[in-house]
């Protein structure tokens, strides 16, 4: 059974860093890609990072790239988004998500479906 388990959010001020985790079981990390997705309240979800369980490609959405830095440890089979540079317009839920794939991130529109959904845990960045 796939689970995948958030942790690491919380209060932080703008310019502050957070660094979230994503626990995944039932599954190993080299067969999928796994991907952070946020919303925030009244908007639409949006695909931040993903990460390629072949090659560790990633691919990161333009309001994030360069504060952003998606990671693996597939012998913990933990996932990690460093946020750095945080702006309150990152507030927002974020969800691990996981999905089959074994093949080359190229584009951040590879970020946005997935099969398997984390619980999510609630970013707030505020002065």
């Known amino acids: 059974q796939v689970q995948l388990v958030e942790s690491g959010g919380g209060l932080v001020q703008p310019g502050g860093s957070l660094r979230l985790s994503c626990a995944a079981s039932?599954?190993?990390?080299?067969?999928?890609?796994i991907g952070w997705v946020r919303q925030a309240p009244g908007k639409e979800r949006e695909g931040v990072t993903c990460?390629?369980?072949?090659?560790?490609?990633?691919a990161y959405a333009d309001s994030v790239k360069g504060r952003f830095t998606i990671s693996r440890d597939n012998a913990k089979n933990v996932v990690y988004l460093q946020m750095d540079g945080l702006k309150p317009e990152d507030t927002a839920v974020y969800y691990c998500?996981?999905?089959?794939?074994?093949?080359?991130?190229?584009?951040?529109?590879?970020?946005?479906?997935?099969?398997?959904w984390g619980q999510g845990t609630q970013v707030t960045v505020s002065s």
């Open positions: 990460i390629s369980g072949s090659d560790s490609s990633t």
């Open positions: 039932g599954f190993s990390l080299d067969y999928y890609a």
């Open positions: 998500a996981a999905k089959p794939f074994q093949r080359t991130i190229l584009t951040p529109v590879q970020c946005r479906k997935y099969d398997y």
